[in-house]
């Protein structure tokens, strides 16, 4: 992070780095505190600003805003693995669907004529 500052109506401004931290990073890390603060992210090119209005029921909103730079942080961490590890955990996929059968083999094989509602009223 580069900057936290608190404003004098009791909000908090946090600043991170883009060259550090992607924007889906502290997107996710603003919804997971959507129940502590009300927030608003703002983007530069060099920033995002993400600004923490603490909610009533917040009791300490300053330990709040340093949980939060931390979950910021924690999300860039998963966001970089994700990356790192995607063509493996696509190749793990494609091997474990190509062993089952996404469609029924009993309907598959099954004779539609046989079973319809239409073929049973023309053999009556």
Do not use: W
């Not at 502290?26 to 060099?46: C, M, N, P, S, W």
């Not at 924690?74 to 493996?88: C, K």
């Not at 059968?101 to 009223?121: A, C, G």
């Amino acid at each position: 992070m580069s900057s936290l500052r608190q404003m004098p109506d009791g909000s908090f401004v946090a600043r991170f780095d883009r060259n550090v931290y992607r924007l889906a990073a502290v997107k996710k890390a603003a919804y997971k505190y959507g129940d502590r603060f009300h927030v608003l992210i703002e983007e530069t090119d060099d920033f995002v600003s993400v600004s923490l209005r603490p909610m009533s029921s917040n009791s300490d909103p300053e330990v709040a805003v340093g949980s939060f730079c931390n979950e910021v942080l924690d999300q860039e961490l998963r966001e970089e693995i994700a990356a790192e590890t995607n063509g493996i955990r696509d190749l793990l996929l494609a091997h474990t669907f190509s062993k089952t059968s996404l469609i029924d083999s009993e309907s598959e094989t099954s004779d539609y004529e046989q079973t319809s509602p239409s073929s049973e009223n023309k053999r009556q």
